[in-house]
């Protein structure tokens, strides 16, 4: 099962005894995965669809709790390329499709016509449980999070840009930073931060996934600063031994062209130190040194030594 699946099957058993988030809630579901159609005599027939048996389980329930409608609930075989049942929830006219549509405020009316809007009416998404219970109704109608595994992303994908920034708005109101973006003409309100996509299953009451989101993060973030400091100190081995190569070369062609004598005492003692230590770090030249001295001090000797050794000919 997938996290996204994990997530909605967790959302399924939220209970959820107040009428007005309840409303909310199968208004966020019904306008990402709710369609309409004409049942004759100017009416409408509402239909959700879902891949999810518990989904479907759930808006049954919903619907019945709420506005006590009676859904025929069909399944079918999915597409040949996909696998799987798809679940449709049908309400039609003698269920009380329209009253459904004018509630949750998909059905208005405008100068004595009907006509559907796209936007999200400010009484459905009032209070802070309303919007709690709109955004996850919205997450199971059209919602998907990656595996904390994997990456951190989530989304919730609508077919309308006055719909996706409502979405928005609302997610944003308990100081989320959602972000649009359009998509094969779909517009898809996004998170992309691990911390913003916890607080949002947060907000939507899936803390069990949340939960589990966080310690695969914290689990993730451990690695990757181990994994950084590992690599740190592998390129700081790596470049002193690169240094300390450097250093051999130019004390030994000192050694070769003028003899080691020629130095004088501070520089002869570290490049004999040197010699004697080929694999030591600064630190620990300095330390040798007698009397022992700052390890830039010793940085400072080695550097004289390469000068040194760059104006000898040969």
């Given at each position: 099962?997938?996290?996204?699946?994990?997530?909605?099957?967790?959302?399924?058993?939220?209970?959820?005894?107040?009428?007005?988030?309840?409303?909310?809630?199968?208004?966020?579901?019904?306008?990402?995965?709710?369609?309409l159609g004409l049942a004759?005599?100017?009416?409408?027939?509402?239909?959700?669809?879902?891949?999810?048996?518990?989904?479907?389980?759930?808006?049954?329930?919903?619907?019945?709790?709420?506005?006590?409608?009676?859904?025929?609930?069909?399944?079918?075989?999915?597409?040949?390329?996909?696998?799987?049942?798809?679940?449709?929830?049908?309400?039609?006219?003698?269920?009380?499709?329209?009253?459904?549509?004018?509630?949750?405020?998909?059905?208005?009316?405008?100068?004595?016509?009907?006509?559907?809007?796209?936007?999200?009416?400010?009484?459905?998404?009032?209070?802070?449980?309303?919007?709690?219970?709109?955004?996850?109704?919205?997450?199971?109608?059209?919602?998907?999070?990656?595996?904390?595994?994997?990456?951190?992303?989530?989304?919730?994908?609508?077919?309308?840009?006055?719909?996706?920034?409502?979405?928005?708005?609302?997610?944003?109101?308990?100081?989320?930073?959602?972000?649009?973006?359009?998509?094969?003409?779909?517009?898809?309100?996004?998170?992309?931060?691990?911390?913003?996509?916890?607080?949002?299953?947060?907000?939507?009451?899936?803390?069990?996934?949340?939960?589990?989101f966080e310690n695969v993060?914290?689990?993730?973030?451990?690695?990757?600063?181990?994994?950084?400091?590992?690599?740190?100190?592998?390129?700081?081995?790596?470049?002193?031994?690169?240094?300390?190569?450097?250093?051999?070369?130019?004390?030994?062609?000192?050694?070769?062209?003028?003899?080691?004598?020629?130095?004088?005492?501070?520089?002869?003692?570290?490049?004999?130190?040197?010699?004697?230590?080929?694999?030591?770090?600064?630190?620990?030249?300095?330390?040798?040194?007698?009397?022992?001295?700052?390890?830039?001090?010793?940085?400072?000797?080695?550097?004289?030594?390469?000068?040194?050794?760059?104006?000898?000919?040969g």
């Amino acid at each position: 099962m997938s996290f996204s699946s994990e997530v909605k099957n967790e959302l399924s058993r939220v209970d959820e005894p107040k009428k007005c988030c309840m409303l909310a809630e199968i208004s966020g579901f019904l306008r990402l995965s709710g369609t309409l159609g004409l049942a004759g005599g100017g009416k409408y027939f509402v239909k959700l669809t879902t891949e999810d048996p518990a989904i479907a389980r759930l808006f049954v329930k919903r619907m019945k709790a709420y506005f006590g409608a009676s859904s025929t609930l069909r399944v079918e075989e999915n597409a040949p390329l996909k696998r799987g049942r798809v679940y449709e929830l049908t309400i039609g006219p003698e269920e009380g499709s329209e009253m459904i549509l004018r509630e949750t405020g998909i059905l208005l009316v405008r100068q004595g016509s009907n006509f559907f809007s796209e936007e999200v009416p400010e009484a459905i998404v009032k209070k802070k449980g309303d919007k709690k219970a709109f955004l996850r109704g919205v997450f199971l109608g059209g919602g998907t999070v990656s595996s904390p595994e994997k990456s951190y992303h989530l989304e919730m994908t609508c077919g309308s840009a006055a719909l996706a920034d409502d979405i928005r708005r609302v997610a944003n109101a308990f100081g989320l930073r959602a972000k649009i973006t359009e998509r094969r003409g779909k517009f898809v309100v996004y998170l992309k931060e691990s911390e913003q996509i916890c607080d949002f299953l947060s907000v939507i009451g899936a803390d069990t996934s949340r939960l589990h989101f966080e310690n695969v993060r914290i689990v993730k973030e451990a690695k990757n600063r181990t994994n950084r400091l590992a690599n740190f100190e592998n390129a700081n081995i790596d470049r002193a031994a690169g240094n300390a190569a450097k250093q051999l070369e130019a004390i030994r062609k000192i050694e070769r062209r003028i003899g080691l004598d020629a130095l004088k005492p501070a520089l002869r003692q570290a490049a004999e130190l040197r010699l004697a230590n080929p694999e030591a770090a600064l630190a620990e030249l300095a330390e040798m040194a007698d009397p022992p001295v700052s390890k830039s001090g010793m940085n400072s000797r080695l550097k004289n030594l390469e000068t040194i050794a760059g104006k000898l000919e040969g």
